[in-house]
């Protein structure tokens, strides 16, 4: 069966800190991926997604940057945080079945 | 451009009292829809999904939605709630090649004991 991990499962880090979070999916082969952020008290806010190794789109301009390096590997990275960085960052893959599925999540705190 | 509006931010309802969370979605072509639901500090878990056919549609957890093309609405329900259920709920529409996914605000659902 097909799992999905992310790492850190949470993080604090200082304004103007560089940021890489990772997540990886076991089970699959060429899924799309997917990052999303949820602020506090919002809804899911698609950042970025991929169809592909190297093949990066993303759906709002921001701070923030991502990489797929390998097949089932998706990381989201940053610079240099701001304080409006922070928030919960969740990964989903999906495949052939048109259904996203998510990761547990990052909680990421910027100070 | 894909939208998906959940009138209600927050509900309460009384354990065993029956359930239904609103969803309205906006999309041009066909939808896929989702439920999803979110514990405090957890990922979202697939709840049901529609893509075709019955527009009754079973999930997971005793839930269920129905597609209402006319109303452009797809309600989650649950006859009877349990203290378990006390989560967030979103709903969400597939939209685009890479069916990229337009969630709703959610509801935030509060169990009376």
């Known amino acids: 069966s097909q799992t999905i991990h992310q790492w850190p499962a949470t993080l604090v880090q200082p304004v103007g800190s560089p940021l890489s979070l990772e997540c990886t999916v076991e089970?699959?082969?060429?899924?799309?991926l997917y990052w999303y952020r949820q602020a506090a008290g919002r809804g899911l806010q698609l950042l970025f997604y991929?169809?592909?190794?190297?093949?990066i789109s993303s759906e709002v301009p921001q701070n923030l940057s991502a990489s797929r390096p390998q097949d089932r590997q998706f990381i989201l990275s940053s610079k240099k945080l701001l304080l409006s960085d922070s928030g919960f960052y969740l990964c989903a893959w999906k495949h052939s079945q048109e259904t996203q599925y998510f990761g547990p999540g990052t909680r990421l705190l910027v100070l | 451009a894909q939208s998906v509006t959940q009138p209600d931010i927050h509900i309460t309802v009384s354990e065993g009292a029956s359930l239904e969370l609103r969803c309205n979605y906006s999309?041009?072509?066909?939808?896929?829809l989702f439920w999803y639901v979110q514990s405090p500090g957890q990922g979202l878990q697939l709840l049901l999904k529609y893509f075709s056919g019955d527009t009754l549609v079973q999930g997971i957890k005793g839930f269920e939605a129905e597609f209402k093309r006319s109303q452009s609405s797809f309600n989650l329900r649950k006859p009877s709630v349990h203290w378990s259920d006390a989560a967030e709920y979103f709903c969400a529409v597939g939209a685009g090649g890479a069916q990229k996914l337009v969630f709703g605000q959610g509801t935030r659902l509060t169990i009376n004991p």
């Open positions: 999309y041009g072509a066909t939808p896929y």
């Open positions: 991929s169809v592909g190794i190297g093949q």
């Open positions: 089970g699959t082969s060429n899924p799309n």
